[in-house]
């Protein structure tokens, strides 16, 4: 019996955390480099497009509604904030059976941010995605600064939010850098 407790015991935060959505980062890491191709075949590279503002990297596939609805909303605030150097990359995890739709999928979406297409579930693999819809924000340096599995509605107020946070960081450290 103490054995079970012990066990139990053991998985109970992990557990918790994942039942919450939130995933818990440790400070300063890095997300892994990846080379993706596009819906057009054009190779994507994450280091290449770092540097000039939170990009958030939605893992998603066609058949996961909860997904669909995140990136719906997430449209909306990638509008709003584009301006603002903000960037979303859609990484979608369809398999074989249903690849050949993504496209047309997304074009009927009306998603104007880059889809990437992960056929062999590589890039998945390296972020130890437990689960889709599966979302993380990083900085201009490409550190981790939140991530987030599910969708509810509202968690995209969330994720503006964290969005915000980086890129009001961003701005008055410019702002420090110029008046020395």
């Not at 992960?118 to 600064?145: E, F």
């Given at each position: 019996m103490k054995k079970i407790f012990k066990i139990f015991f053991s998985v109970l935060p992990g557990l918790m955390v994942l039942l919450s959505g939130q995933i818990l980062i440790s400070a300063e890491q890095k997300g892994p480099n990846f080379i993706l191709e596009d819906l057009d075949g054009k190779k994507v590279e994450l280091e290449k497009i770092l540097g000039e503002g939170p990009i958030l990297i939605s893992f998603w596939a066609t058949w996961c509604k909860p997904c669909v609805k995140e990136l719906d909303q997430i449209q909306k605030v990638y509008e709003e904030?584009?301006?603002?150097?903000?960037?979303?990359?859609?990484?979608?995890?369809?398999?074989?059976?249903?690849?050949?739709k993504v496209k047309s999928f997304v074009k009927g979406r009306g998603w104007k941010f880059p889809v990437l297409?992960?056929?062999?579930?590589?890039?998945?693999?390296?972020?130890?995605?437990?689960?889709?819809?599966?979302?993380?924000?990083?900085?201009?340096?490409?550190?981790?600064?939140?991530?987030?599995?599910?969708?509810r509605p509202g968690d995209e107020k969330i994720i503006r939010k964290k969005i915000l946070e980086i890129i009001s960081e961003k701005e008055s450290s410019s702002e420090k850098k110029e008046k020395k």
């Open positions: 904030l584009k301006e603002k150097k903000f960037q979303i990359i859609a990484i979608d995890e369809d398999g074989p059976r249903t690849l050949s297409l992960d056929k062999n579930k590589k890039v998945y693999r390296k972020y130890q995605v437990i689960g889709l819809p599966y979302s993380l924000i990083l900085d201009d340096r490409g550190i981790i600064r939140f991530s987030h599995t599910t969708y």
